[in-house]
């Protein structure tokens, strides 16, 4: 026969249970605009019945209990997100920097180059025309004196950008490391609590939000699944994959952390690499590093080869105008030569 306590005992199980659904309503309340928090949903769930024997087997309710609190968060939206996210960080990024660009040539304007050779070959038609002026002449000394030096100008402002980007590059080198130990260091507390039958939706929330900061560098790639050594709990196993997909480049395993090699703030054009010294793959058009890298470029403007425009936009820039200061130079010599 149950006892007569036990209407009690429901009724006090019962009441703690909505007290702890009323608290996680309030929670999620509280924390509506926390960025990166993801409302937590209470799950109830019915307790163990009594067997009473009444001349047969009967089952009576015990009550309600909360089985776990759940946060309302879809992987595969993350997914999306994060993909898109460093889709829209490659583009911004290069259009930032693009717009720089477009402020250091200054077209069309008074001072820009397009203005010193319209000067230029104005300063020539006059000598045509007049040969045998002196004054003529020093002016055409003068223009070629000013469209050299706005060459060389426009060289020294391509160099200065490239090596604000290097310097940019180590930063975010940097910032990936950092967003890898900080992950590492969540997954150690994540998985405390999971071993000891707790749900930190908190610490998860705090995880996600660091993986979508990171997604704005470079591209990412979530894979979790539960640990089968553990059958009476869920504790569960967290890898972060970053760069191209298909190379499975593993930046957090779990408990482990990798690094990226930091370029020297003296290295110039350095390559980003893993510090095993392994090169990290990518992608095509992921994240404000490979941005970054695609408009720096490497460096390599000593004529033989002509720069990759997509893969190393300055140094093709840099070569362009190396060619057209080149020929300048040629046509006007070929000329001279003549009498």
């Keep these: 026969m149950r006892s007569t306590f036990s209407s009690i005992e429901l009724a006090r199980r019962a009441l703690e249970t909505q007290q702890t659904a009323l608290n996680t309503t309030g929670h999620n309340i509280a924390n509506a605009n926390t960025p990166g928090y993801t409302r937590q949903t209470p799950n109830l769930t019915t307790t163990q019945p009594d067997t009473i024997n009444n001349g047969t087997n009967l089952s009576v309710g015990t009550g309600v209990n909360v089985q776990s609190i759940t946060r309302a968060r879809d992987s595969y939206v993350d997914r999306q997100y994060r993909y898109e996210n460093s889709k829209q960080q490659y583009w911004e990024t290069r259009q930032n920097t693009l717009g720089k660009i477009e402020q250091m040539l200054n077209e069309p304007s008074d001072n820009s180059l397009s203005q010193d050779m319209t000067a230029f070959w104005n300063a020539w038609s006059d000598l045509a025309t007049n040969p045998e002026n002196l004054g003529a002449r020093s002016v055409v000394l003068e223009r070629g004196a000013t469209l050299a030096d706005t060459l060389h100008h426009i060289d020294r402002q391509i160099t200065e950008l490239q090596e604000g980007l290097n310097a940019q590059i180590r930063v975010q080198a940097q910032q990936v490391n950092s967003y890898a130990t900080q992950i590492r260091d969540l997954n150690n507390q994540i998985r405390r609590s999971e071993v000891q039958g707790d749900n930190p939706n908190d610490l998860k929330d705090k995880r996600d939000v660091l993986v979508d900061q990171l997604s704005k560098i470079v591209n990412v790639r979530v894979e979790e699944s539960t640990d089968p050594s553990f059958t009476d709990r869920e504790v569960g196993i967290f890898k972060l994959y970053i760069g191209e997909d298909s190379a499975k480049q593993a930046l957090v395993d779990d408990m482990t952390a990798y690094q990226l090699e930091v370029p020297s703030a003296n290295e110039s054009f350095a390559t980003v690499k893993w510090s095993n010294g392994e090169t990290l793959?990518?992608?095509?058009?992921?994240?404000?590093?490979?941005?970054?890298?695609?408009?720096?470029?490497?460096?390599?403007t000593d004529g033989s080869?002509?720069?990759?425009?997509n893969t190393a936009y300055l140094d093709y820039l840099k070569y362009k105008y190396n060619e057209l200061a080149k020929g300048l130079a040629k046509a006007v010599n070929d000329i001279h030569q003549l009498g």
């Design 305 to 309: 080869t002509i720069p990759a425009k």
């Design 281 to 300: 793959k990518l992608g095509e058009d992921m994240g404000s590093l490979k941005a970054d890298l695609n408009i720096r470029g490497t460096g390599a």
